[in-house]
């Protein structure tokens, strides 16, 4: 199984900062990724695709990066809307596996 | 719009079961493969089981051989049949509608349900 390994478990920002959260695969997943946001009491709503790609409808603050076994995303500006818990989650091999959440909290 | 609306949870006792379904709207059901993804309280999410349109299933190992996913396309409705529940199945099970095609193997989920709680407890 292909384990995914998030760093931060959780950050502490302001509105306006830039968040950057990591995670990593325990094997190559080529870009194979996707990003989640979870507000509380929420179901999942997704952000990014296939490492980089923005989801319709998202904001352009956040992007993604990465290709192999490290990937990243970026929040460039943090909002008060954006204040929730962060999954990535590889796409590509069964089982799929998702990483234990990063919470950016108000600082 | 898409939607996906999950029903069935509640509280069992060990050893019990229960039957989940996910009814969809808005997208054409039978051309999407779909998983089951659940969430213990106070945890992170944890991909439970998938099927494909034409009905290859997946499981996780720690529900295989006591869950059974399936799929009616003529009622739009996907279910999950949980057998032999322990605690630990204790959780939000969502239903997710998955991206994955026979062209592009990469399963990232674009919606979801609102989930639906089970509570595995004597």
């Known amino acids: 199984d292909i384990q995914m390994t998030q760093s931060p478990s959780s950050v502490s920002a302001s509105v306006g900062d830039r968040v950057t959260i990591s995670c990593r695969a325990s094997?190559?997943?080529?870009?194979?990724l996707a990003w989640y946001q979870q507000i509380p009491g929420k179901a999942p709503k997704l952000l990014i695709f296939?490492?980089?790609s923005l989801e319709s409808g998202v904001p352009s603050r956040f992007s993604g990066s990465g290709s192999g076994t490290e990937f990243t995303l970026t929040i460039s500006s943090l909002q008060p809307e954006d204040f929730a818990t962060y999954y990535c989650q590889q796409t590509s091999s069964f089982p799929l596996t998702f990483g234990g959440g990063t919470k950016v909290e108000i600082k | 719009q898409v939607q996906l609306v999950e029903s069935g949870g509640g509280l069992v006792k060990p050893g019990g079961s229960l039957r989940l379904s996910c009814e969809a709207s808005?997208?054409?059901?039978?051309?999407?493969?779909m998983s089951w993804i659940r969430q213990a309280p106070g945890k992170g999410l944890e991909w439970v089981s998938y099927i494909s349109s034409v009905n290859t299933i997946y499981y996780a190992d720690s529900v295989r051989g006591r869950f059974t996913i399936s799929r009616d396309n003529a009622k739009n409705t996907l279910y999950l049949q949980l057998n032999s529940l322990r605690a630990e199945d204790t959780a939000v099970y969502y239903c997710?509608?998955?991206?994955?095609?026979?062209?592009?193997?990469?399963?990232?989920?674009?919606?979801w349900g609102q989930g639906t709680l089970v509570t595995v407890s004597s």
């Open positions: 094997q190559g997943i080529s870009s194979w």
């Open positions: 997710a509608r998955d991206r994955r095609t026979q062209w592009l193997p990469t399963s990232d989920f674009d919606h």
């Open positions: 296939a490492a980089s």
């Open positions: 808005g997208f054409t059901f039978s051309d999407f493969y």
